[in-house]
């Protein structure tokens, strides 16, 4: 039997295909129960995440088995097998224990480094042990798995290359602020209780916000994570039911959305409607838009003021050809009056502009140049960009929880699995990574040792019960044979012939476990079973005992 995975995930399908293909809890079991049911496999696992679909098996036969997994895997995701096809790919035995083992170190991650996975990890072998789709391959893979990826981080610095794919989310939503400048006095809503959205929330209240509240569709799961939150010295936290989530969104400042739900939990229509009755979280000065004391424009300005040129804003207006909000009229009254209109009929500027430097000529134009520009309505990509960010959106689901068009909305900022990868693109490789890979490299190599040596045991076992067996059968004759024996030369005899037979099996035995952990050496069990024409049953039934072991491979 070998390992084969067959997968696909950020780095070889677009996020499009990986939402369509995303697998739901229920849906993982029934591709679990089914790749056991198929010829290939005895044993498997599936490591499904928001940026990964990868199916791990135990089969007999690679290209039978490639064939299966992948036909299964597009029927469970409900992407075609033909459409799936040009994404998925596969690794076989050395190769299929590297991937996973980088994996685990975060080599293959979305942010290069981030431990969130070797949680995914340790679920992913915990559901196939509740399943007993985890044989003896599987869990020794998944657990040295777990090993190898917290080697790399206690032994390399590794982490500093990436973090979470929550912190880098939340990075992208500061756009360039300081993330915990950006949290604070952010009232936050968090949209689910599991794992990548509790991950969220006790990141967001170690960064110190304002507020939490978590929305879930079970409400005991979100006041536990809540309740935990909110201990002496923690956060302000509450939770609520889904129900209550539109209603929290005028009020929030930031949302972050994790959910298993198959839909859009947030959809551009309510987005726009919470925005319209959005509450801010803390109050907010107006933007200034007046000239600086002195300047040429204030000098205007105060002079058209006094001569009754500029719009009473103090009047409401709803007339079409009133001025935007927020600009004066401009226009100039031919028909001065007072000191400054004596003045203009003399010819001389009513706020002494002749009597300025040329330099307070060139900042006046600067003034009516930007002036001109304020007019136009920015993007909405700008206004993020500006700081004006009414709501900021994290969405970490896969498929997606929040609708793509809300970023044609004014002042918000929308950070989603495809924006992330695409940031992820341009991040820094750490120096430490190289390290990381050499501990890879190092722990294949031992694995794959390993599982050799293992699989020649069951082998040796057998050998050994075969001599044991003989022995007695031997002693059995013997004694019948001398009834004049008594207890201590009986216990003498079958001692000394204990002795012998295992002296005479110790260095075959030894020898043959170091050659079969050498590459290749998988032959030599063959071997010791023609040689000695050992039992395959008896040698299988050691094999299943091992296996079904209550105490090995628990997580």
């Not at 044989?135 to 040295?144: A, C, T, V």
């Not at 190898?148 to 939340?170: M, N, P, Y």
């Not at 569709?217 to 994570?225: G, I, N, Q, S, V």
Request: aromatic share 2%; proline share 3%; net charge negative.
């Amino acid at each position: 039997m070998s390992l084969l995975v067959v997968g696909l995930s950020h780095r070889s399908a677009p996020v499009s295909v990986l939402e369509r293909a995303s697998l739901s809890s229920d849906t993982q079991i029934k591709l679990l129960q089914d790749t056991l049911a198929a010829e290939p496999a005895t044993e498997a696992a599936v490591l499904a995440t928001c940026n990964r679909i990868e199916l791990y098996a135990d089969v007999d036969k690679f290209h039978a088995g490639v064939a299966e997994l992948s036909t299964l895997l597009a029927q469970h995701s409900g992407v075609g097998l033909e459409e799936l096809t040009p994404y998925l790919y596969v690794h076989y035995e050395d190769r299929a224990v590297h991937h996973l083992f980088s994996v685990a170190c975060g080599l293959d991650s979305m942010v290069v480094g981030e431990g969130q996975i070797l949680g995914q990890i340790k679920d992913a072998l915990a559901l196939g042990q509740e399943l007993h789709t985890a044989g003896r391959l599987i869990n020794d893979l998944f657990q040295q798995a777990l090993r190898v990826g917290k080697r790399a981080h206690s032994e390399t610095g590794i982490d500093r290359a990436g973090q979470s794919l929550v912190t880098f989310g939340l990075e992208q939503l500061a756009d360039g602020t300081d993330i915990e400048d950006w949290a604070a006095d952010k009232r936050v809503l968090v949209i689910g209780a599991g794992s990548m959205s509790s991950l969220a929330a006790t990141t967001l209240a170690r960064l110190g916000v304002r507020e939490l509240v978590i929305a879930n569709r079970t409400l005991e799961r979100a006041e536990r994570l809540a309740a935990a939150l909110s201990e002496p010295g923690g956060v302000l936290a509450r939770a609520v039911r889904m129900g209550a989530v539109a209603d929290e969104l005028t009020r929030a400042d930031a949302v972050v959305s994790c959910t298993g739900a198959t839909g859009l939990v947030l959809t551009a229509e309510s987005v726009a409607a919470a925005l319209a009755e959005h509450v801010p979280g803390g109050p907010e000065a107006p933007a200034d838009l007046r000239a600086p004391d002195g300047s040429v424009v204030a000098r205007l300005a105060a002079a058209a003021a006094r001569d009754g040129r500029v719009l009473d804003r103090s009047a409401s207006t709803t007339s079409a050809d009133a001025p935007a909000a927020g600009f004066a009229d401009t226009g100039v009254s031919g028909t001065g009056t007072g000191e400054a209109a004596g003045a203009a009929a003399e010819g001389a500027c009513p706020v002494g502009l002749d009597e300025q430097h040329v330099d307070n000529l060139a900042q006046h134009g600067a003034w009516v140049d930007n002036a001109s520009r304020t007019i136009r309505k920015p993007a909405a990509a700008r206004v993020a960009r500006s700081g004006n960010v009414r709501l900021g959106l994290l969405d970490l689901a896969m498929p997606r929880d929040i609708d793509g068009g809300v970023h044609r909305l004014a002042g918000v900022r929308l950070v989603d699995i495809e924006s992330l990868a695409e940031a992820s693109a341009d991040a820094p490789m750490a120096a430490d990574v190289d390290q990381v890979r050499r501990i890879v490299s190092d722990e294949v190599a031992a694995f794959g040792a390993a599982q050799r040596a293992a699989h020649i045991t069951p082998t040796v076992v057998a050998l050994r019960t075969m001599a044991a067996d003989v022995v007695a059968g031997e002693i059995a004759r013997l004694e019948g044979r001398l009834t004049g024996l008594d207890e201590k030369q009986r216990a003498e005899i079958n001692q000394t012939v204990r002795r012998v037979v295992d002296k005479l099996l110790h260095a075959p035995t030894v020898r043959v476990k170091q050659l079969a952990s050498e590459p290749g050496g998988a032959g030599y069990a063959d071997a010791l079973r023609t040689l000695f024409d050992l039992d395959p049953e008896t040698v299988a039934s050691v094999s299943r005992a091992e296996v079904n072991d209550p105490n090995r491979g628990r997580v």
